[in-house]
């Protein structure tokens, strides 16, 4: 059994910062990950648009404390 824990770390006006913890079942931490992910036009594909609003909010509930 292994645990994953997502947090958001930022939220910018066109990207939102990822964090992954992946922990065993001794509470060991055993990879982590931080990845970029950007808002995009996807009928352009080149133009970064901002992070919608719902988005934004839905996702503020995993900012780490």
Same mark, same amino acid.
């Given at each position: 059994t292994v645990?994953? !824990?997502i947090t958001v770390?930022?939220?910018? +006006? +066109? =990207?939102i910062s990822w964090r992954y913890e992946i922990r065993n079942k001794d509470d060991v931490l055993c990879w982590t990950s931080?990845?970029? !992910?950007?808002?995009e036009?996807? =009928?352009?594909?080149k133009?970064?648009?901002p992070v919608p609003?719902?988005?934004r909010e839905g996702l503020a509930s995993l900012a780490p404390e």
């Open positions: 645990h994953c !824990t770390p930022r939220i910018g +006006n +066109n =990207s931080d990845q970029v !992910t950007v808002c036009d996807m =009928s352009a594909v133009q970064q648009v609003a719902w988005l």
